[in-house]
Each structure stands twice: as structure tokens, then as C-alpha cells.
Nanobody
């Protein structure tokens, strides 16, 4: 069973930044496409960003383009989501998810099979 662990969430003021991390336990992320998703109370889970196995392909939801950056560090076996210029509407539980598929990057949660437990992001003054 693949285990993913998110970290880096917290409380930040509007306009602030956070960097979320997604770490793998017991396996290498080298062969997995990774997606970041978020879910706010009363809302459906939405895709935020994704990165392909090689990192050569990325995608972002329109609502975060220009503010969020996804990256992967194979030496650390981690994937990151740098979030800048945070807005109150970015507040949610953020999840990372994995799928073992090459040349793939998707914002559809149905495409991913392994999920972390989530990390809370709160944006408030």
C-alpha cells in the first residue's frame, strides 16, 4: 500500500506563502505522476496542480495559475507545491495523490489511486 504524507499546511495571512510537501513512505516517487488536490468545507474536491514522472509536464487550475508552482525533487523523494499570494478562497485541506503512469498529468481526482491524509491550509487575517 502506497503511503503519502503531506506537510507544510498552516495559518497564513492573505498575500502570504506556504510550501506544501508530499513525501512517500516505503517507495520511490520516481515512477509516479503526482497531483495536488484541495477540498474546502461544503465543496467538491478540485484539482490544483499536477506533475508528470519526469517533471516535464505540469498543469494548474486556472484559479492558481501564476501563484502556485509544483516541483519534484527526486533526491528527496518529495513533491512540493509552492503557494504564493494566497487568498482566503485557497483555504482548504490539500491532498497529494499518485498514479504510476508515464507521460501523464491530470487534475481529475478519479485518475489517482493513492492518496495522503491531507494538510490544512487556512488563509485569514
Amino acid at each position: 500500500q502506497l503511503q503519502l504524507v503531506e506537510s507544510g499546511g498552516g495559518l497564513v495571512q492573505p498575500g502570504g506563502s506556504l510550501r506544501l510537501s508530499c513525501a512517500a513512505s516505503g517507495f520511490t516517487l520516481d515512477y509516479y505522476a503526482i497531483g495536488w488536490f484541495r477540498q474546502a468545507p461544503g465543496k467538491e474536491r478540485e484539482g490544483v496542480s499536477c506533475v508528470s514522472v519526469t517533471g516535464g509536464r505540469t498543469n494548474y487550475a486556472d484559479s492558481v495559475k501564476g501563484r502556485f508552482t509544483i516541483s519534484r525533487d527526486k533526491t528527496k523523494n518529495m513533491v512540493f507545491l509552492q503557494m504564493n499570494s494566497l487568498k482566503p478562497e485557497d483555504a482548504a485541506v490539500y491532498y497529494c495523490a499518485a498514479i504510476k503512469r508515464s507521460y501523464f498529468c491530470s487534475l481529475d481526482s478519479a485518475d489517482f489511486i493513492s492518496w495522503g491524509q491531507g494538510t490544512q491550509v487556512t488563509v485569514s487575517s
